[in-house]
């Protein structure tokens, strides 16, 4: 636990808790459909707890001791006071910002009143934060998730220390831009065809006689202008030569601060090791570890559709190491199947709530919907008397 939370009286909490009253009676029966969406990898920052420590240390200060406890080791104090080194590995900033985004929807819960059962409809993720979604809805137990992504995190830092290792060269990834949804789907092709796949569902077939290490993939699929590629460094410039010697392609490339090759083959021991895992049953309960069916339906990154059984959860869930996160499509199936008018980001930095507000075209509150993204307890208050503008506005046009 960090120095900082042992000073902090019971009482510091902001005003906010007096709307805890005024929301607890629940949504309108017209309310709009609203959605709740969690960050990935890349977001952590030292003292990114902090805020939502001094405001709100009732509900704050128990679940980092939680945190500590569960992964017997000082995470809390990784995350407020660092080094950057120790928070950036792997093993330590993807709990950590699990932890952190769940934190901050059970200060949603108890110090606002936010009843997520009644206010929400769905739930996601954006890669590792697909663990914090299937908590928020109800799949997964907050400790089983949390030792599951620390282990995960372990794993996948050993596998790209041996990527690394047997290439000789660099690992990462490059976020590609392109001016528009057309130049996209033609570049997603071509790199499909340089790759030698000839369809984004071929990638296990054809991967198999081919060591893992020596490709490039397509590891998210993030809006309608923007891809991430993942892999070797050094291939994936030869790729961009080759788009832009033969291609007729020239996107703006920028390498993202990632040393591991996320959602690429090179992350199969992550793979291998969900599937064992999510076979073992709940350390806390002794039972199943995936609750189904759960309190709110969840999109799959694998396949940006509602995850259909136990089975099919615990099969995408492990899937996902390795596989594209198409966060575009879940977010267009929300946005045009299901007609979700509200989005709220829960967590660490503001790169999930952009992505979503460009899709659907919103930023801030539009009347009877919204995309909000909820980093600082000043944007939980502001979001929070959002929502309730827009039920309102629900109830007086039905």
């Known amino acids: 636990m960090s120095s900082l939370a042992a000073r902090l009286p019971a009482s510091s909490l902001l005003p906010a808790t007096r709307y805890a009253a005024r929301y607890s009676s629940g949504p309108p029966s017209k309310r709009p459909k609203t959605a709740i969406f969690f960050p990935g990898h890349g977001v952590q920052r030292v003292g990114?707890?902090?805020?939502?420590?001094?405001a709100y240390p009732r509900t704050v200060k128990p679940m980092l001791e939680e945190v500590d406890d569960v992964l017997r080791m000082p995470l809390s104090r990784i995350i407020a006071e660092g080094p950057n080194a120790s928070l950036n590995a792997t093993e330590n900033s993807q709990p950590a910002i699990m932890?952190?985004?769940?934190?901050?929807?059970?200060?949603?819960?108890?110090?606002?009143g936010f009843?997520?059962?009644?206010?929400?409809?769905?739930?996601?993720g954006h890669s590792l934060g697909e663990f914090a979604a299937l908590v928020a809805g109800g799949y997964l137990n907050f400790q089983d998730a949390l030792k599951m992504v620390?282990?995960?995190?372990?794993?996948?830092?050993?596998?790209?220390?041996?990527?690394?290792?047997?290439?000789?060269?660099?690992m990462g990834m490059v976020a590609l831009v392109t001016e528009d949804e057309n130049r996209l789907r033609a570049l997603v092709k071509g790199i499909y065809e340089f790759i030698g796949l000839s369809t984004e569902g071929s990638k296990y077939n054809s991967s198999e006689d081919v060591p893992g290490v020596q490709q490039v993939f397509i590891a998210n699929i993030n809006s309608k202008n923007q891809i991430v590629l993942a892999g070797s460094i050094e291939k994936i410039n030869t790729l961009l030569t080759n788009l832009r010697q033969f291609g007729g392609h020239d996107p703006r490339?920028?390498?993202?601060?990632?040393?591991?090759?996320?959602?690429?083959?090179?992350?199969r021991p992550a793979q291998d090791f969900m599937k064992r895992i999510l076979m073992t049953p709940s350390s806390i309960t002794n039972e199943d570890i995936v609750n189904f069916p759960a309190r709110l339906p969840c999109i799959s990154n694998v396949t940006a559709r509602p995850f259909k059984s136990r089975a099919d959860l615990k099969d995408l869930l492990a899937r996902q190491c390795?596989?594209?996160v198409r966060w575009w499509e879940s977010v267009r199936y929300l946005d045009q199947?299901?007609?979700?008018?509200?989005?709220?980001?829960?967590g660490p930095g503001k790169v999930g709530r952009n992505l979503v507000g460009k899709e659907v075209g919103m930023k801030g509150q539009v009347k009877g919907?919204?995309?909000?993204?909820?980093?600082?307890?000043?944007?939980?208050?502001?979001?929070?008397?959002?929502?309730?503008?827009?039920?309102?506005?629900?109830?007086?046009?039905?």
């Open 369 to 398: 919907g919204g995309v909000w993204g909820i980093t600082s307890p000043q944007e939980a208050e502001e979001c929070i008397r959002a929502l309730d503008e827009t039920e309102e506005y629900a109830d007086h046009h039905a």
């Open 115 to 124: 009843r997520t059962e009644q206010r929400v409809d769905f739930t996601l």
């Open 322 to 324: 390795t596989e594209t």
């Open 99 to 112: 932890a952190t985004s769940y934190i901050i929807l059970r200060v949603l819960e108890n110090e606002f």
């Open 337 to 346: 199947e299901e007609q979700v008018q509200r989005w709220i980001g829960i």
């Open 48 to 54: 990114m707890i902090e805020p939502w420590l001094k």
């Open 253 to 267: 490339a920028v390498r993202l601060s990632s040393e591991s090759p996320f959602h690429s083959l090179m992350m």
């Open 150 to 170: 620390r282990k995960r995190g372990e794993v996948m830092a050993s596998a790209t220390k041996l990527a690394t290792e047997t290439t000789g060269g660099a």
